[in-house]
């Protein structure tokens, strides 16, 4: 799926990638802090054309106790590696993952690398931090 230049223009500006003459390992992922994904979301025309897939890696459980705004997807960390075709991103997409703590969402940043993904972000401190930060949250039907 193409995309403006301007939301790849955003996305380079918000997560701070440095484009680098070599390719990038299908192993590498990145961390992103609390703020820097809440700057993102808020720059994004809109929570659906955000650029990037967000992905609570939670118990289904956690998730209904509430999750960040704009989360595309709720997918177990234990079964992301059998599910992450439900994403819908491509390899060259960027996903952000977070789970409670930041834990789970550093194990699922791993398997989603090692299957391929180029660009995959976990959230420092995850929920735990989102909420530190006074950040909003979403509830199941809101």
């Known amino acids: 799926m193409k995309r403006p230049i301007s939301l790849?223009?955003?996305?380079?500006?918000?997560?701070?990638?440095?484009?680098?003459?070599?390719?990038?390992?299908?192993?590498?992922?990145?961390?992103?802090t609390v703020g820097e994904l809440n700057q993102g979301l808020l720059k994004a025309p809109s929570l659906e054309q955000k650029g990037?897939?967000?992905v609570d890696v939670r118990s289904p459980a956690e998730h209904m106790t509430g999750f960040i705004p704009?989360?595309?997807?709720?997918?177990?960390?234990?079964?992301?590696g059998r599910r992450h075709l439900e994403i819908g991103a491509q390899l060259?997409?960027?996903?952000?993952?977070?789970?409670?703590?930041?834990?789970?969402?550093?194990?699922a940043a791993d398997t989603l690398a090692e299957l391929g993904y180029q660009y995959v972000y976990n959230v420092v401190g995850s929920m735990n931090a989102w909420n530190d930060a006074g950040y909003p949250v979403a509830l199941p039907g809101q």
Do not use: K, M, P, W
């Not at 997918?75 to 992301?80: A, K, M, T, V």
């Not at 060259?92 to 194990?107: A, K, L």
């Open 8 to 32: 790849i223009s955003q996305l380079s500006f918000v997560f701070g990638l440095i484009v680098l003459a070599s390719s990038v390992s299908a192993q590498q992922t990145y961390e992103l």
């Open 52 to 54: 990037f897939f967000l």
């Open 70 to 80: 704009g989360t595309d997807r709720n997918i177990d960390f234990r079964i992301l």
């Open 92 to 107: 060259d997409d960027h996903i952000v993952v977070y789970c409670q703590s930041g834990r789970r969402s550093n194990i």
